[in-house]
């Protein structure tokens, strides 16, 4: 599976994972509850501020935001021209709208800040740390095997997929319209699950050999090691949990 932002040294590839996905929940869930652009904004300036200490490569993380600056793009053509509001403007045959502009640019806040701090603590880590950090944050155990066993196998799927289409080709399958390539595609998806079952079976049996419960086996001795080689990664992340926190409780309580 692809990972590159794993593979990196820095003070945050250095924090456990159960601290970056803790940090990450709490700052995501307040940052999407905020009712101002003011949580937001700092949200922002944290996830800048992560990006800058997991010291991730520009190029790759404005890759990442392009998605999203298309879906964006969508809710700009649409929003600013919406709602109740006092009208700022016309631009043509359109009005634009306060309350349809400010939540344009709330939604962009929110979007933009929630991605970068998910970069910066949850995509530096491996899928098998992320599934051990959410088992051991309480997380369902039959929900944790599910994303990390589909982490894992989603790629296998792919390459099986993969040669049920050269092959398809070397026969001399084109992808067009007619009914012969709708079936050859249902052929080639009924294969794909099959084979997918009989890997799976075949998974399954390994892991049991080799002694599997159904449980993730994490060594107290690792975890505690990886928890007291961060604390002050760890006492920094908390601080910005404090710290965004009680800006949002000012905002509700009209302090700000």
């Given at each position: 599976m692809n990972e590159p932002f794993v593979d990196i040294s820095s003070p945050i590839h250095r924090t456990a994972p159960t601290v970056r996905v803790a940090v990450a929940f709490v700052l995501s869930l307040v940052t999407a509850l905020?009712?101002?652009?003011?949580?937001?904004?700092a949200a922002l300036g944290l996830g800048g501020c992560f990006l800058l200490l997991a010291r991730l490569p520009l190029g790759a993380v404005v890759r990442r935001l392009m998605p999203l600056c298309l879906f964006l793009f969508v809710l700009w053509v649409v929003?600013?021209?919406?709602?109740?509001?006092?009208?700022?403007?016309?631009?043509?045959?359109?009005?634009?709208?306060?309350?349809?502009?400010?939540l344009a640019?709330?939604?962009?806040?929110?979007?933009?800040?929630?991605?970068?701090?998910?970069?910066?603590?949850?995509s530096t880590m491996h899928t098998f740390d992320l599934g051990h950090a959410l088992?051991?944050?309480?997380?369902?155990?039959?929900?944790?095997?599910?994303?990390?066993?589909?982490?894992?196998?989603?790629?296998?799927?792919?390459?099986?997929y993969r040669k049920l289409r050269n092959a398809a080709r070397m026969r001399g399958f084109q992808s067009d319209t007619s009914l012969h390539a709708y079936r050859t595609f249902a052929h080639m998806a009924a294969m794909l699950l099959v084979r997918s079952h009989?890997?799976?079976?075949?998974?399954h049996n390994a892991m049991v050999l080799r002694g599997f419960d159904g449980r993730f086996n994490l060594l107290t001795a690792r975890r505690s090691e990886r928890m007291a080689g961060?604390?002050?990664?760890?006492?920094?992340?908390a601080g910005s949990v404090v710290a965004l926190v009680g800006l949002e409780v000012a905002v509700r309580l009209g302090g700000i």
């Open positions: 905020a009712s101002t652009p003011t949580v937001p904004l929003l600013p021209f919406t709602g109740e509001g006092p009208a700022l403007g016309s631009l043509g045959p359109l009005t634009v709208k306060g309350d349809g502009l400010a640019c709330l939604i962009s806040l929110k979007s933009f800040s929630i991605l970068l701090i998910l970069m910066a603590l949850v088992n051991a944050l309480g997380m369902p155990t039959k929900l944790t095997f599910l994303i990390v066993m589909s982490a894992r196998y989603i790629v296998v799927i792919e390459r099986e009989l890997r799976a079976k075949r998974v961060c604390l002050p990664q760890t006492a920094c992340m």
